[in-house]
Antibody, heavy 117, light 112 residues
Framework: EVQLLESGGALVQPGGSLRLSCSVSGFTFSSYTMNWVRQASGKGLEWVSTISDRSTNTHYADSVKGRFTISRDDSENILYLHMNSLRVEDAAIYYC??????????WGQGTLVTVSS | DIVMTQTPPSSPVTLGQPASISCRSSQSLVHSDGTTYLSWLQQRPGQPPRLLISEISKRFSGVPDRFSGSGAGTDFTLKISRVEAEDVGVYYCMQATDFPWTFGQGTRVEIK
């Protein structure tokens, strides 16, 4: 069974940093593209970042480019999102999601990031 | 960026009746590999999103056959043949043809 578990969400001040993690099981993590998607409170879904298998390619939304870094540890089956220079508008639930067969085929439960002074 | 526009924003439906959601993209979603990466996701209240349909019309594992997708190019439709109580939630179309990947703004399905 595919499982994804996000962690690392917290309350952080504007300008601060945070590292989100997504621990996965039930599939060969190293073979697949992974994604981060976020959802601000009461709002829709926003794609944040994608990393291909073997970390060959990474992509970012313009809203986070230069501030966020996606990475993966294939030996530990963990996906990361390093977030710097956080803004109030980055506050959201952050979900990790897979591309095993199809784009966004499996999702975690999400981790909440709050950015406030 | 490809803009995804969904209509209607909200769809009140009687149990057992059909529902239909439209999604239009600002440019063709046909990828250079010939595939159209248009998906539909469901988000029930308090839950993470769930993939329903990929590549316009491929139902994901475990998705009931009352859900169907159709369309081509820039115009796509999600249909629920007979709405059940568990179908309440917000439905999103999304494109993964071209970066940045983008979602529609969502359509809320509720029971009348």
């Amino acid at each position: 069974e595919v499982q994804l578990l996000e962690s690392g969400g917290a309350l952080v001040q504007p300008g601060g940093s945070l590292r989100l993690s997504c621990s996965v099981s039930g599939f060969t993590f190293s073979s697949y593209t992974m994604n981060w998607v976020r959802q601000a409170s009461g709002k829709g879904l926003e794609w944040v970042s994608t990393i291909s298998d073997r970390s060959t390619n990474t992509h970012y939304a313009d809203s986070v480019k230069g501030r966020f870094t996606i990475s993966r540890d294939d030996s530990e089956n963990i996906l990361y999102l390093h977030m710097n220079s956080l803004r109030v508008e980055d506050a959201a639930i952050y979900y990790c999601s897979t591309r095993i067969r199809d784009h966004f085929d499996y999702w975690g439960q999400g981790t909440l990031v709050t950015v406030s002074s | 960026d490809i803009v995804m526009t969904q209509t209607p924003p909200s769809s009140p439906v009687t149990l057992g009746q059909p529902a239909s959601i439209s999604c239009r993209s600002s440019q063709s979603l046909v990828h250079s590999d010939g595939t159209t990466y248009l998906s539909w996701l469901q988000q029930r209240p308090g839950q993470p999103p769930r993939l329903l349909i990929s590549e316009i019309s491929k139902r994901f594992s475990g998705v009931p056959d009352r859900f169907s997708g159709s369309g081509a190019g820039t115009d796509f439709t999600l249909k629920i043949s007979r709405v059940e109580a568990e179908d309440v939630g917000v439905y999103y179309c999304m494109q993964a043809t071209d970066f940045p990947w983008t979602f529609g703004q969502g359509t809320r399905v509720e029971i009348k």
